[in-house]
């Protein structure tokens, strides 16, 4: 903000009677000047709060629409009123005599809006549900305070303050990538680990975290690269696209269910039927909304299983979900009596971990080329039946 347009600002507002003669220099801010044609002069400006242009123009003749025409030039959503010249008794004109031109100024009404809504205008690449997350955890300050409540009103000329927190540098964490090429990144996920944050302020190492090296795809979010995910105690093959076209293109066969995956899994009993399909719809479980149940009236989900080996009280069995619906291999086995081995919500017995894990997946990568994808068995697996040889 250059000394002269700030005294020329403080000048015409005593002239106005806005500012009084005590007024300081740090009383005016995000003042710009722009020349709308030879002679013309735009000046805006915020004094206490309120956002004011200043048109500088010979030629306007106290005529409001033409003042208003100059000012929507720069801003056509803009609303307000031109301000009358005080020293003129009639209160009819609203020029006010300044170095040879005549000054008008034009109040801004600027209305109250949510906090969070401010923001997101003011960081478009943020996205709301992130921005609500930051105001709630107390990284935002309006005029100096912390405020913690996303629908609190505040005006477009409040000085809003956000320091997102500062993340753990998880650059010398590794995953072992089994595939990568400029398109797509595959990998072997242990299992204990999440395949991306449950919140932009989660500070645990994520498989999102170590995709974000090698993408340019999501990288605003807290799911760089991330196009279908692995339960947290699931083991196996994850892809992640490298780049928004590569994710279109995968995104889109998981959707249309074209990508084609294989599960193994230790069950606690063994079914029945040595192979069937599955074929029931699952729903959230109203009674404890975090889980899901086999339900009438919810999603249609379908499972293919077949048992490849058994012990005395375990089954080794290989999983085809044809639906994606959350849980679902882990309810359609509980459903049938066979829950999955170290499942802590739908399984009866502990166990060292949840023994599932992605073993393969079968999915066209760019530039069409059909590829599987293969996360070997682990061993904690296969030692539980001695006489299983893996083709």
């Known amino acids: 903000m250059s000394k002269t347009l700030t005294r020329d600002i403080r000048v015409l507002l005593r002239q106005f009677e806005i500012a009084g003669e005590l007024t300081a220099k740090a009383e005016i801010s995000q003042s710009k000047e722009t020349e709308l044609r030879q002679g013309v002069l735009l000046i805006t400006f915020v004094f206490e709060k309120t956002r004011y242009y200043m048109l500088i123009d010979g030629n306007a003749d106290d005529d409001k629409h033409y003042i208003l025409e100059q000012i929507q030039s720069q801003n056509s959503e803009v609303i307000g009123h031109v301000v009358k010249n005080p020293l003129d008794n009639t ?29 997101a205008t003011r960081y478009p690449k943020i996205t709301r549900s992130t921005l609500q997350k930051y105001i709630k955890a107390g990284h935002v300050k309006v ?25 753990t540098d998880f650059s010398a964490q590794e995953l072992p ?3 990568i090429d400029d398109n797509v990144i595959v990998i072997n996920k242990p299992t204990g680990v999440l395949t991306h944050s449950k919140g932009v302020l989660n500070d645990e190492f994520t498989v999102a975290d170590f995709f974000r090296r090698y993408t340019t795809f999501g990288l605003e979010t807290s799911r760089p690269g991330i196009v279908h995910r692995l339960d947290r105690d699931t083991s196996g093959v994850i892809l992640g696209a490298r780049h928004d076209e590569a994710a279109d293109m995968l995104k889109k066969q998981f959707a249309d269910r074209k990508a084609k995956k294989e599960y193994m899994a230790v069950t606690d009993g063994i079914p029945k039927v040595t192979s069937a399909v599955i074929d029931l719809p699952i729903g959230r479980n109203p009674s404890a909304p ?34 994606g619906r959350t849980h679902q291999l882990r309810v359609h086995m509980e459903y049938i009596n066979a829950p999955i081995s170290g499942d802590r919500i739908y399984g009866k017995k502990k166990a060292d971990r949840l023994f599932l ?35």
């Open 143 to 167: 005029d100096g305070i912390v405020v913690t409540r996303p629908k609190q009103d505040v005006l477009e000329t409040d000085d809003i303050a956000m320091v997102p927190p500062e993340y």
């Open 91 to 119: 209160q009819t004109t609203y020029g006010m005599p300044f170095k040879g031109k005549d000054a008008y100024l034009f109040k801004v009404t600027t209305p109250k809006r949510r906090l969070d809504l401010e923001l």
């Open 357 to 391: 894990h992605a073993h393969s997946l079968e999915i066209t990568i760019p530039a069409s080329k059909r590829e599987t994808f293969i996360a070997p068995v682990p061993k904690e697996f296969t030692d539980k039946f001695p006489g299983y040889k893996h083709a």
């Open 177 to 179: 990538i089994i595939y």
């Open 290 to 323: 975090s889980t899901f149940r086999v339900d009438p009236s919810g999603k249609m989900a379908m499972t293919t299983y077949e048992v490849v080996d058994t012990n005395e009280t375990q089954a080794l069995v290989k999983l085809w979900p044809t639906t």
